[in-house]
């Protein structure tokens, strides 16, 4: 058995003022054929899981590449077309094969493309014919296109958010994708579309239920996959929305009507299932009337973060605490990498003058002026995400003087994902009074052991979070909450 596996992947913010380009790939993650690390990342983990496999159950293996933007703005279509021809290329060469297994996300947009995995699997397609089984694990912040469906057999999302279980679903996928090249299993693909889009944090009701109840039908009458595919309202996309993705073994009827039950559950929940935003004032009141605690509020600049592809440079929430007196705060992080460069080059120990944030455009706010203290530097520095690791690029810790506010500064955007963004320059988190980090959510499995309360702040006009303002021009069915009746 020949099993060919790729992966390209990241999410497009369509309104973002951040080009995503070749160097925005190279700088986040690449790998060529053989290349990839044993440790997975978020889209690439069917790669390490199927090198593991094939040592075990002795099928050929032929690996392509695997590359990885930060999310952003729109990509240049050249650099998608190139990176999609290169895995193409290796495909042609791997031929004749038994499967393909593809690591996507599933919103990535190119500036001529509005569906690129679809694109991407069509061509697969093309190229194996019918016979050859094509599987996908893709991020349940994507747009299931009726393109990917028809090109693929099998397709799952993580079901986890924050991504928790992007290598149990690889596993997953995996499974499934060998078993129907040994002809085990006869998969076949049901949709049903929402009609809707919102938020769905898996670490809290009502979706934690709803998660259980997915995870309860796999494996059972049939179902061998089920999928809530969020969708991603920062794209402007004809498919744009939430659905509901399953996979059976050849019995398509029961798939389609186990999607629209499930579907109908999921249109139950709307409105419900956000995690509860709190605005500037709100959060300082909170905090200035908390009883003495030696654990850190920690505070999510939920809109302003790069993996929802925005700048991460944003500074209307530091400025506010700074304004109303808050003097112990860890800062994780805010993307400047010319502001990193200067600290890089001064060196620790170094006190100067710095501004730094506010640069990406008029939503990121004014930038910062102050007086800082280099505390640290590193020209190569990580955070955790899992079982992998997150480059930030050359980064500094910076410290406003006569304050114990200290500000990562790195050069590669990333979210926040675990504490050890700052233990690894050398900061405790658990010294802060807040630590405010660029997250939506997938900050949470690791914050929430060293938090005495976890705040979710809505900063409005960084990110395009409502569906009912957006000017979207590519979205033309009614879904919920912008047409209220769909």
Known sequence: MRIFTASLATETNTFSPVPTDRASFEQAFYAGPGAHPETPTLCSAPIPVLRRRARRDGFTLIEGTAAWAEPGGLVRTDVYEALRDEILEQLRAALPVDGVVLGLHGAMVARDIDDCEGDLLARVRDLVGPNVVIAAELDPHSHLTAKRVAAADILAAFLEFPHTDFVERAEHVVDLALAACRGEIRPA????????VDVFPTDREPTRSFVARMRDLQGRDGVLSVSLIHGFMAADVPEMGTQILVVTDDAPAAGDRLASTLAQEVRGMRGTTIMPLVDLETLIGQVRAAPADPRPFVVADVWDNPGGGVAGDATAALSALIAAGLA????????????AAFCLAAGPGTVMPLRFGGKAGPASGPPIDAEVQVLATDAAAWQSFGSSRVPLGPSAVVRLVGTEIDVILNTNRTQTFEPDVFSNLGLDPAGKQVLLVK????FSAGFAPIAREIVYLGVEGIYPNDPRTTPYRKLTRPIWPRDPGA
Request: charged share 10%.
């Open 328 to 339: 112990s705060i860890g800062v994780a992080t805010i993307w400047d990498p010319v502001a």
């Open 189 to 196: 693909i049901s949709t049903c579309d929402c009609r809707m």
């Open 439 to 442: 997250s939506t959510n997938h």
